[in-house]
């Protein structure tokens, strides 16, 4: 198996991870579980409180779900937001990297030459890794929150645990950043190895070529054309009857 057999399929295994985690980063969003608080007012009845960027919902023992959207915009919390514009923004990049990926991959053969498919293949895996650190942040940041209130003796609130959608999101945000330094790492470096050492090659052969032309005209310099030669034969063959014909003594 030669190298780019194993580039291939390395390249399809990166990106069989990257959409994996793409599509996980992409369940969180719509996902009510972000937080999970459940609180039991009688032995009969208990409620379950959960929430997301977007609303918070309440669940009764008989299965019942209440979901109420954040009732205003500007007075939510600025972390709220960010997670928001991070997560889209992952989902966006996570797109990008997709589709420069199928251009540029080997088995695809879409893209052009071979350096320009590895500098292709090097953007989509810049755009899987910035999708994956812009989602583990959002993830991050979000629980950081909700465990800092949780263990705040201070915070008489209600406090909730971390639900089941940020797991998801960290493990697609692992496999985005899994795939996306492969890609990167594999496209970079054949992709600029190659540009340098073609580049040499062309600069030696111009090299060598502005040598061999500097070269012919020298000996061909030396060479009369041969319409020209009785030219030059008649001209100084009358020359040195010239100079043979002149006598001394003639002008004494």
Avoid at 41 to 69: A, P, Q, R, Y
Avoid at 81 to 94: D, F, Q
Avoid at 176 to 201: N, W
């Amino acid at each position: 198996m030669n190298y780019r057999t194993v580039v291939m399929y390395t390249e399809i295994g990166s990106f069989v991870t990257c959409v994996v985690g793409w599509i996980l980063v992409c369940s969180t969003l719509p996902m009510e579980y972000w937080t999970f608080s459940e609180v039991a007012s009688t032995v009969i009845t208990t409620d379950h409180f959960h929430s997301n960027l977007w609303k918070d919902c309440t669940t009764d023992s008989t299965g019942m779900v209440d979901c109420k959207e954040f009732p205003t915009l500007l007075g939510l919390q600025p972390y709220i937001h960010l997670c928001r514009v991070l997560i889209i923004l992952s989902i966006l990049l996570g797109l990008f990297g997709a589709i420069l990926a199928l251009v540029g991959m080997k088995c695809t053969k879409l893209g052009g030459s071979e350096v320009a498919n590895a500098r292709v293949t090097f953007v989509a895996g810049i755009n899987y890794l910035t999708s994956g650190l812009c989602s583990i942040f959002a993830y991050s940041l979000y629980g950081y929150k909700v465990v800092v209130e949780f263990f705040d003796p201070n915070y008489y609130a209600q406090k909730f645990e971390l639900g089941a959608a940020l797991y998801f999101g960290w493990s697609g945000s692992v496999l985005l950043i899994t795939g996306g330094l492969i890609y990167s790492i594999f496209g970079g470096k054949e992709g600029f190895h190659l540009s340098s050492t073609t580049k040499e090659q062309l600069t030696y052969s111009a090299y060598d070529t502005r040598s061999s032309e500097a070269r012919v005209p020298n000996k061909q310099a030396t060479k009369h054309p041969s319409s020209l030669r009785p030219q030059i034969e008649s001209k100084t063959s009358g020359h040195n009857s010239r100079v043979k014909g002149y006598k001394k003594n003639d002008y004494v």
